[in-house]
Each structure stands twice: as C-alpha cells, then as structure tokens.
Nanobody, 125 residues
Framework: QVQLVESGGGLVQAGGSQRLSCAAS????????ISWFRQAPGKEREFVST????????FYADSVKGRFTISRDNAKNTVYLGMNNLKPEDTAVYYC??????????????????WGKGTLVTVSS
C-alpha cells in the first residue's frame, strides 16, 4: 500500500501563488507516476498534472499549462505542485494520486491506484 498526504492548501488572492506538497509513504518503490487532480464545488474531479517517478517527465491540463509546475524530490518521496497566477476558477480541493503503472487512462481517476484525502485551495477575486 501507498499512503499520500497533501498539504499547503489555503486562501490566496487572485494572481497569487501557492505550493502544494504530496508526501508518499509505504511501498513507495512501487510508484510509477504521481498526479494531481482537483474537484471544484459542484463539478467532477479533473486531471491537473502528472509526473513520472523515475524520469521526471511532466504533463499538464491545458487549463493550468504555463501557470502550474509539478516537481518531485525522490529522496523525500514528495511531489510538489507550484501554482502561479491563480484564478478564482482554480478554487478546488486538490488531490494527490499515485499509480504503479503508467496506464493509457492516466488522465482519468480510474487510472490511479492510491489517493490522498485532498487539500482545499480557495482563490479569492
């Protein structure tokens, strides 16, 4: 099993920045990719970004490309999501997720094996 714990959420003004952390523990050697998803009030959970654990390849949703940066610290088993130029529409609960296999449906919830409990980011206008 892999446990994921997110941190770093909070209230930020539009145009501001925030950095989220996702700390992994347990069978971390089995992790192949770690992703961030988010769920805004009244909406479905959506893909935000992915990083491959070994090579560090990164992928982003079009809505955050150029504003968000995903990175990892393998020694700390931690993945970060740096968010700049935040907009009110970025308000959501942000979830960290991990998969043992880089599946073809890696942008979808069922492409992930493990989930954290989420951290709320609120962007005020």
């Amino acid at each position: 099993q892999v446990q994921l714990v997110e941190s770093g959420g909070g209230l930020v003004q539009a145009g501001g920045s925030q950095r989220l952390s996702c700390a992994a523990s347990g069978r971390t050697f089995s992790i192949n990719v770690i992703s961030w998803f988010r769920q805004a009030p009244g909406k479905e959970r959506e893909f935000v970004s992915t990083i491959t654990w070994s090579s560090g390849s990164t992928f982003y949703a079009d809505s955050v490309k150029g504003r968000f940066t995903i990175s990892r610290d393998n020694a700390k088993n931690t993945v970060y999501l740096g968010m700049n130029n935040l907009k009110p529409e970025d308000t959501a609960v942000y979830y960290c997720a991990a998969a043992s296999v880089f599946r073809t449906n890696w942008r979808e919830e069922n492409g992930m094996d493990y989930w954290g409990k989420g951290t709320l980011v609120t962007v005020s206008s």
